[in-house]
Structure formats: structure tokens, C-alpha cells
């Protein structure tokens, strides 16, 4: 249609404008300015074409019997429970958001690339601000694949697993610990002295903490699916320093990058 952008910017503003997005938001997240969308979406009304690259929508694993990446599912799962929402937008549509650290380039990148494996033709958006990253991506049944969605914080209600998501858990734990620990999670050196000696000796620890109950639950079992021994420390804070339970977290979680 000649815009000066390119096709695949327009392909993406118009889908994010069918799913409900502001024109405002739409226009920051694609760098053009208001009119700009308003523009593009007058042009393909009055010639009939399809808008955002007429992409199918994507079907719901829960509601519609499609597959899932279950792999990618437990992963995006640990996410969400640490360090994710979600929120009705408009048109019946969900906004599942995920905030880490804008220094962890590539755990971004995973995150969004996550977010296309559990739902494809996604379009996730990454969005900064005061040190953090949001990775953004819309759908009607995110609610539907994370039932555990509902109002208030998460540590203020309950929350537990359906049986479709323990089975997935059961299959793929050490994904599900990644975006825990990745989300809610660190791996520190700490140190340690013996009683009546000043040396000390350092020694590598993964620690997660969090407000509820029950998702530190959630990280307990998981850990004990493999083996992986593990204390509390602290009401709201799990710890493995094990040195054999260390090295095989290392193994699929590792330091953040």
C-alpha cells in the first residue's frame, strides 16, 4: 500500500488495534504517531483489505482442544506466578504482562520468544520504564490457560494448580523452576565462618522468595520432583545451597544474563 513503514509495522499496529489497543499505546509501541494508525486503519476499512496481515486467531489449548508447547507452558507458568499479571482490556480481550529487570537482555527476549511458543502469531511488546521491562501480549484466553487470574494480589488468595497443569508441571519441572527462580529467584555467592576461626569460605546459593504460601509450595514440589534438596530460611524465602543440589540447578536455571 506504499506506507513509508514497513509492511510488517502495519501488520502488527492494525492487529494490536483489532485486539483493543489504545490508539495512543498503539502509536508508542510502533514509533508513529496517532494520526498515523488512525491513517492506517481508514485505508484498509475504505479498500477492504485484511487488517494485521490477516492472521488467524489463534485457538485456545483449554477451550478450543488446540496443542500446546507444554515445555514452553511451564516455563511462561514460573513467570507468571513470580512476576506476572493479567488484565481485562477491551473487546473481551486479556493482557498478560511480565516485568523483570531491564539489564537481563536475553531473559527478555526469552520471556517474549516463551510467550509466542504458548500462544503463536502472538506479537509481544516490550515496554521500559524506571529500570524494568514489561513484555506485553494479548489474547481473549489467557484466563483459560492460567486459571489462577483473578482480582487482588496473588499471596492475598489462593492459589493451586488444576490437574491438567500438575500434569504438565509432573513433565516438565525444571522448566517451571527456571521462571520461578528467574522471576522471584537469584543466585548469590554467600559466605559463611566456622565458629572461633575468622577465615570465611563462600559458597554459591539460589534463593526464591515469596509472599504466598502456596506458589513457594509450588517451587517446594517442584524441587522435590528431582531431588533437589532445599530450606526456609526466612517465612517467605526458600534456599537451596546444597553443593550437589546447587550444581544441578546450574543445569537448566543458572545466573540471569
Same mark, same amino acid.
Given at each position: 500500500m506504499g506506507h513509508i513503514r514497513s509492511q510488517e509495522t502495519v501488520d502488527s499496529a492494525l492487529r494490536m488495534s483489532d485486539n483493543g489497543v489504545s490508539d495512543k499505546t498503539n502509536a508508542e509501541i510502533h514509533g508513529v504517531g496517532i494520526k498515523t494508525i488512525r491513517r492506517w486503519r481508514r485505508l484498509y476499512q475504505r479498500r477492504g483489505m485484511p487488517r494485521g496481515g490477516s492472521r488467524p486467531a489463534t485457538p485456545c489449548p483449554r477451550c478450543d482442544g488446540a496443542e500446546l508447547d507444554e515445555a514452553a507452558y511451564a516455563l511462561l507458568l514460573g513467570w507468571y506466578l513470580g512476576d506476572g499479571s493479567i488484565a481485562r482490556a477491551r473487546r473481551?480481550?486479556?493482557?498478560?504482562?511480565?516485568?523483570?529487570?531491564? =539489564?537481563?537482555?536475553? !531473559?527478555?527476549?526469552?520471556? /517474549?520468544?516463551?510467550?509466542?511458543?504458548?500462544?503463536?502469531? /502472538?506479537? %509481544?511488546? !516490550? @515496554?521500559?520504564?524506571?529500570? /524494568?521491562? =514489561?513484555?506485553?501480549?494479548? +489474547?481473549?484466553? +489467557? %484466563?483459560?490457560?492460567?486459571?489462577?487470574?483473578?482480582?487482588?494480589?496473588?499471596? !492475598?488468595?489462593?492459589?493451586? #494448580?488444576?490437574? +491438567?497443569?500438575?500434569?504438565?508441571?509432573? @513433565?516438565? %519441572?525444571?522448566? #517451571?523452576?527456571?521462571?520461578?527462580?528467574?522471576?522471584?529467584?537469584?543466585?548469590?555467592?554467600?559466605?559463611?565462618?566456622? %565458629?572461633?576461626?575468622?577465615?570465611?569460605?563462600? *559458597?554459591?546459593? *539460589?534463593?526464591?522468595?515469596? @509472599?504466598? &504460601?502456596?506458589? =513457594?509450595?509450588?517451587?517446594?514440589? /517442584?524441587l522435590d520432583l528431582l531431588g533437589i534438596p532445599w530450606r526456609h530460611?526466612? +517465612? &517467605?524465602?526458600?534456599a537451596v545451597s546444597r553443593k550437589e543440589a546447587v550444581a544441578a540447578l546450574d543445569t537448566f536455571v543458572g545466573p540471569k544474563s
Open positions: 473481551g480481550v486479556f493482557t498478560l504482562q511480565i516485568i523483570n529487570d531491564e =539489564r537481563y537482555v536475553e !531473559l527478555n527476549q526469552e520471556i /517474549a520468544e516463551t510467550i509466542k511458543r504458548v500462544k503463536p502469531h /502472538a506479537s %509481544p511488546c !516490550l @515496554r521500559g520504564g524506571g529500570g /524494568a521491562i =514489561r513484555v506485553e501480549a494479548r +489474547w481473549k484466553h +489467557w %484466563p483459560c490457560v492460567f486459571p489462577q487470574h483473578g482480582p487482588g494480589r496473588k499471596h !492475598l488468595r489462593k492459589i493451586e #494448580l488444576a490437574d +491438567w497443569q500438575q500434569e504438565i508441571v509432573a @513433565r516438565y %519441572p525444571e522448566q #517451571l523452576l527456571r521462571g520461578l527462580f528467574h522471576s522471584d529467584g537469584c543466585r548469590v555467592v554467600n559466605w559463611a565462618s566456622r %565458629p572461633g576461626r575468622e577465615k570465611r569460605y563462600f *559458597y554459591v546459593r *539460589y534463593q526464591f522468595s515469596n @509472599r504466598s &504460601d502456596d506458589i =513457594r509450595k509450588i517451587l517446594t514440589d /517442584a530460611p526466612r +517465612w &517467605d524465602t526458600i
